[in-house]
């Protein structure tokens, strides 16, 4: 079946400018995290979805980074007035279930490779 | 603080060669364990979980709570094996990563 896919693939954008990523988790997935990975690092956690709620946003990193799951499938994740620093690639995950309940596989995109100049 | 270390950037072997890819975790609690691999032009994939205790396409980890690491071993590289290789760590709604070790097999 499908995995889960995230698109654009390749970003490249001026400074200051907004960008949204999006993200298509597996079907019937509950679950959905944005991950953010520098050159030369692992992937750091952005933020998690149970369905449409975020419950957890303890990794954007400042106000530009924005989130959502209104219908809780796909995602979107927002970064206004992006800066150099941003450039990086975006990856999107998907469990079937929710955190804390079962020990549920994590699924990867193939994440979003966000350049901004 | 929450955090997993894998010391290598690099692993260089010639094919046949054994293999260990070493990984550290700092967790209070009984931790659950991961090894992802990303090869060339794919995605990140789990590798083997530490709760399932399989052998996944040769390579193996064992979980040492004494000495805190996981690391992944397999007694025969292969070519085919080269790939990047994340460590995790299950953490509250997250996995938190490694920086990982990137292994290149040499024919």
């Known amino acids: 079946g499908a995995g889960v896919s995230q698109s654009p693939r390749y970003k490249v954008t001026k400074r200051g400018q907004d960008v949204a990523l999006r993200c298509d988790p597996i079907?019937?997935?509950?679950?959905l995290y944005w991950y953010r990975q520098a050159l030369g690092q692992g992937p750091e956690f952005l933020t998690y979805?149970?369905?449409?709620?975020?419950?957890?946003k303890s990794g954007l990193p400042n106000d530009r980074f924005s989130a959502e799951r209104p219908e809780g499938s796909i995602s979107t994740l927002t970064i206004q007035r992006t800066e150099q620093r941003d450039s990086a690639m975006y990856r999107c995950?998907?469990?079937?279930?929710?955190?804390?309940?079962?020990?549920?596989?994590?699924?990867f995109g193939p994440g979003t490779r966000l350049t901004v100049t | 603080a929450q955090r997993v270390t894998q010391p290598e950037k690099l692993l260089s072997v010639f094919k046949g060669a054994p293999v260990e890819l070493k990984c550290n975790y700092s967790?209070?609690?009984?931790?659950?364990l991961f090894w992802y691999v990303q090869y060339s032009r794919q995605r990140l994939q789990l590798l083997l979980r530490?709760?399932s205790r399989e052998s996944i396409k040769g390579f193996t980890a064992d979980l040492n709570k004494g000495e805190t690491s996981f690391h992944l071993k397999k007694p025969f590289a292969q070519e085919e094996d080269s790939a990047m290789y994340y460590c995790?760590?299950?953490?509250?709604?997250?996995?938190?990563f490694g920086a990982g070790t990137r292994l290149a097999v040499h024919p």
């Open positions: 530490h709760i």
């Open positions: 967790y209070s609690g009984s931790p659950e």
């Open positions: 079907s019937g997935h509950v679950s």
């Open positions: 995790a760590l299950r953490g509250y709604n997250k996995l938190i």
């Open positions: 979805f149970n369905y449409e709620a975020q419950q957890d």
């Open positions: 995950a998907s469990s079937l279930g929710p955190e804390g309940v079962g020990n549920y596989e994590q699924y």
